[in-house]
Structures are given as structure tokens and as C-alpha cells.
């Protein structure tokens, strides 16, 4: 395993997509964690100290435990990273009067282990505004720059290793060749995390977790709580019943299409609750998407705590929670900025009667679809677009109201459809319709109208950490606003998003 020690940076995500691709495992932690924390982990091959927004010389900077330097195996700083590497162990960091964003050309020294194979200049990605001044002691130079003299330093003694670029940005082009030499040459990783290797090892941990206990899992169709409704079955079997709530916060059809498809999955072990009025009157009148979030997380876990009296003797909940979940959750309380929480992370109750179960916490989104096909789930479950948990009240923005729902579901299902009528579904990550909270003049049969704008979504992404805006035909933009504006009542304009994630998200709350 490779740990990552995540200082903020953007990019760090993408540092553990890089490693996963390679087949070796990793997961990110907050920068300032005890390195008790990290204790139980066996076979810690090297760790990875991430870029970040502070200054190193800041009086509140982020840092790592002291601990790590003694542990005795290979360090390597990207940005922030190699910058806490120079400070700590006697070098100097000092703003840049020349900053660096964006590609630079860097002359590498190809003879030192981490830039094997590379090219004498390579065109990396530069994101910082301080730099080196002076260099730690036992340290030489491994890569210059035009602004950056010590854009990497190597300690082999030491096994630690700082690079002032990121390697694992796409940007850098022979960046993968770096993260490989890291994890392979340096740290002696093998490619041997696979999902029917994941399979084995998360089964028997359920089963050591678990033990005979009983589990209710909250089940919402998706993709992520399908795949774990799968993962745990395989564990534990009949100990697992389903319970799928109607929230009325679903897409068109939704719950027919659950009994349907899912049902015959896992028969008398899926329970269907009716809990539309229970959400929507929590909800009214709540704007702030925050809000939303927590009041959804803790009707949920209301609601399959009662589900859970009714069976008697369940001790665990089971979630779909998967890693940019938990990732973009927990940066929320170490961030000066926060993006936003997760029904299923933040939005959860301090004190809850059930402990849980999340067998897909370390996984992103295209892990967790190579795992549904390896657990033998249907195409048509596993091939579906990304559903927000907290269903359409993310997709309402403004108040919740049964009208706006109508509206919206309506919208959705045009989208969904003219999609699939293009051959588009499939090439596309997630495509869908939003209600504005704000109405419209418009002329419909010589009458005037004030009605909602509905706009349309559609991005493309690897991991949901970052989306680009997909481009879609103007004759289908055309159909999609015709067939909204001519179908659905109450909807007199279409618009849309043209924004990437970052600086948006995909969701619009």
C-alpha cells in the first residue's frame, strides 16, 4: 500500500487515481494525522506527501506527523510536499517573484531512480508560488527549471525524494512515468490490487465486522448502493434485508423499476417503504442545500431505524458511500473553502443506533462499476448514470415543493430519453435536468406565461473529482428544449451548463 498525505491540493485525487491505475493500492488522509492512525496498515510501501494552498513558512501550516521521517521507508514531496520536506529537515522556502502556473519546461537529470526512462527535458505541470532558496542538507538537485532552480531533490540515503511540478496531472505528459518509478523502482510495489483481490479481502472483512449480526441496507437503486447490496450478499447472505425508501426524490418511475429489477434480486429480503409526506414536510420551506443535505441524512436513518425495530435484532446499516464522498466530505473540516457534505457522511447523526457498513468507501465511481460487473450485476444497473443520494432536492434548488418535483421528474425523463435516443447514454457520464429557483416570461398560443427554467446538465469524468461539459448536437439541445417546453407544464425555458468541475460541481447543490 501507498499512503497519501493530502495538504489540500486539487490535484491530490488524481495522485491516487494514478496509483490505482497502476494496479497497487492507496488511500489518502488528511496531512496532520497522527501516524498512530496509521498503525494497523500492513505493508506500507512508501508515502506521498500532496501539493497544497498554504505557505510552509505560514504560522498555521499543515504538516505531517515528525514521525514519518523515521519510519524508514520512501517519501515523496509533489509541490506543498517537497516544500515540507526542505523546511523540516534544514532547507529554506521563500515567496517566488516569478510564480509558476501552468506547463514549464524542466531539465531532468534522467541518471537519478525517479526520472528513469525520461527525457533530458520533459514539459511539466507548475502550480506554486514559493519555492526553494536553500536546499536541506544530504540533498542534491535533480531537475532545474527557468523559475525554478530545484524543481526536484533527491535524498537516496534517505529514500526521500521532493518535486516542485505534478507528475499527476495530465498536463505533465511523462508525469505517469514518474508516479510509476515511485511506487515501483523506488518503493518496490507490486500490480497485485485487483477487484476479484478486493473482492476476497473486503468478504472476509465483513465477515470478521459482521459476524452473525443482522444488516439493513439502504438501498436506492444506484449504482454505489446496488453494488454494495451485491458485495454484502456475498458476504453474509440472508443476515442482509433491503429496505428502499420512496422519498419522492427519485427520477420518474424509479421505485416500479426497483421492484422490478431488484426484486428478483433479492425477493422477501426487499422492503419497500412509503416515506414521501415524511421528507417533504421536513423540507418545506428549506433553501440552504447544506440544510437539505443533514435534514435528508437524518430522515434516512430515522426511517430505517424504525424499518429496523420492526425486524428486530439489526445491529448494522449498510451504504454505498463511496470515496469522493467521503474525500470531498472530509475536506470540508480542514479546508478554508468548503465544496459541500454528503447526506451520507456529514449529513449523518452524531449518535446513531446502527453502526455501518461500507464496503465501497475506498473505491471511485469506475472501480466501483468494475466491481458490479466482476459481482455478475446487470448491465442496466451498472452502466447507469451517477444519482446524487439525496435524489431531485439537489436538482431543486430553492424550496422542495410536490409542483416543482412534478415539473422536474417530468424534464429528466426527456432528457434521459432523447440521450438514449442519440447513442449518447453510454458515452456520457451523467446527463440530467434542473429546476432554477426562478420563473420566466414566455408567450405560449398568443398568452403570456411566467413559468420555471429548467436547465440541462451533461459531463464527462473518470472519477467524479473533475468534469468537463460535454458538448452535445444543437438538434438535440433542440429536441430536449421542444419536448420540455411543449410536454412538461410549467416549464417555458431551457438552458445549458456550460461549467467544468472545478470551479463548479457537477451537482447544482
Not at 178 to 202: A, H, L, P
Not at 341 to 370: A, I, Q, T, W, Y
Not at 372 to 393: M, N, S, T, W
Not at 417 to 433: D, M, N
Request: charged share 25%.
Amino acid at each position: 500500500m501507498i499512503l497519501i498525505l493530502d495538504f489540500g491540493s486539487q490535484y491530490t485525487q488524481l495522485i491516487a487515481r494514478r496509483i490505482r491505475e497502476e494496479k497497487v493500492y492507496c488511500e489518502i488522509y488528511p496531512g496532520n494525522k497522527s501516524l498512530d492512525c496509521f498503525s494497523g496498515i500492513k505493508d506500507l510501501k512508501g508515502i506521498i506527501l500532496s501539493g497544497g494552498y498554504d505557505s510552509v513558512y505560514s504560522k498555521n501550516a499543515p504538516c505531517p506527523d515528525p514521525k514519518i521521517w523515521g519510519l524508514n521507508i520512501p517519501i515523496l514531496g509533489i509541490c506543498y510536499g517537497m516544500q515540507l520536506i526542505a523546511e523540516h529537515l534544514g532547507g529554506k522556502v521563500v515567496p517566488s517573484k516569478h510564480r509558476e502556473f501552468g506547463t514549464a519546461n524542466v531539465n531532468m537529470k534522467c541518471g537519478c531512480s525517479l526520472f528513469k526512462g525520461l527525457k533530458s527535458k520533459e514539459m511539466l505541470w507548475m502550480s506554486h508560488s514559493d519555492k526553494l532558496s536553500k536546499m536541506p542538507k544530504g540533498f542534491k538537485i535533480t531537475a532545474k527549471s527557468e523559475n525554478s532552480p530545484y524543481a526536484a531533490i533527491e535524498n537516496t540515503s534517505e529514500n526521500i525524494y521532493g518535486v516542485q511540478f505534478h507528475p499527476e496531472v495530465k498536463h505533465s505528459l511523462n508525469g505517469k512515468k514518474i508516479i510509476q518509478n515511485f511506487i515501483f523502482n523506488i518503493c518496490g510495489s507490486q500490480r497485485d490490487w485487483t477487484m476479484k483481490s478486493y473482492i476476497v479481502d473486503e468478504v472476509k472483512r465483513i465477515q470478521e465486522q459482521v459476524g452473525k449480526s443482522k444488516v439493513l441496507c439502504a438501498l436506492s437503486g444506484g449504482v454505489d448502493s446496488s453494488v454494495a447490496a451485491v458485495m454484502l450478499h456475498k458476504a453474509i447472505g440472508k443476515q442482509l434485508t433491503c429496505v428502499y425508501v420512496d422519498h419522492g426524490l427519485q427520477k420518474l418511475g424509479e421505485t416500479e423499476r426497483v421492484r422490478k429489477v431488484l426484486g428478483k434480486m433479492f425477493g422477501k429480503n426487499l422492503i419497500i417503504v412509503d416515506a414521501k409526506k415524511n421528507f417533504l414536510s421536513k423540507l418545506k420551506g428549506v433553501i440552504d442545500p447544506e440544510q437539505k443535505r443533514k435534514i435528508i441524512g437524518h430522515t434516512f436513518i430515522e426511517v430505517f431505524d424504525k424499518e429496523a425495530k420492526k425486524l428486530k435484532d439489526i445491529d448494522y446499516l449498510l451504504q454505498g458511500t463511496i470515496y469522493p464522498d467521503i474525500i470531498e466530505s472530509v475536506s470540508i473540516k480542514r479546508s478554508k473553502a468548503p465544496i459541500k457534505s454528503h447526506h451520507n457522511v456529514g449529513g449523518l447523526p452524531e449518535k446513531m443506533k446502527m453502526k455501518l457498513v461500507e464496503p465501497l468507501k475506498f473505491l471511485f465511481k469506475d472501480e466501483v462499476r468494475v466491481l458490479g460487473r466482476e459481482l455478475g450485476i446487470p448491465e442496466e444497473i451498472v452502466d447507469r448514470h451517477p444519482f446524487p443520494g439525496p435524489g431531485l432536492a439537489v436538482r431543486t434548488l430553492g424550496e422542495v415543493t410536490e409542483e416543482k418535483l412534478s415539473i422536474l421528474k417530468a424534464a429528466d425523463d426527456i432528457v434521459n430519453q432523447e440521450i438514449i435516443k442519440a447513442r449518447l447514454y453510454e458515452k456520457i457520464w451523467q446527463s440530467f435536468a434542473v429546476i432554477l429557483p426562478v420563473k420566466t416570461v414566455g408567450v405560449m398560443g398568443d398568452a403570456r406565461t411566467y413559468e420555471h427554467v429548467i436547465a440541462i446538465r451533461a459531463v464527462n469524468s473518470d472519477d467524479a473529482m473533475t468534469a468537463d461539459w460535454v458538448k452535445l448536437p444543437y438538434d438535440l439541445l433542440g429536441r430536449i428544449s421542444s419536448r420540455i417546453i411543449n410536454e412538461v407544464k410549467g416549464a417555458n425555458r431551457v438552458v445549458y451548463d456550460i461549467s467544468n468541475k472545478p470551479p463548479a460541481t457537477i451537482e447544482w447543490e
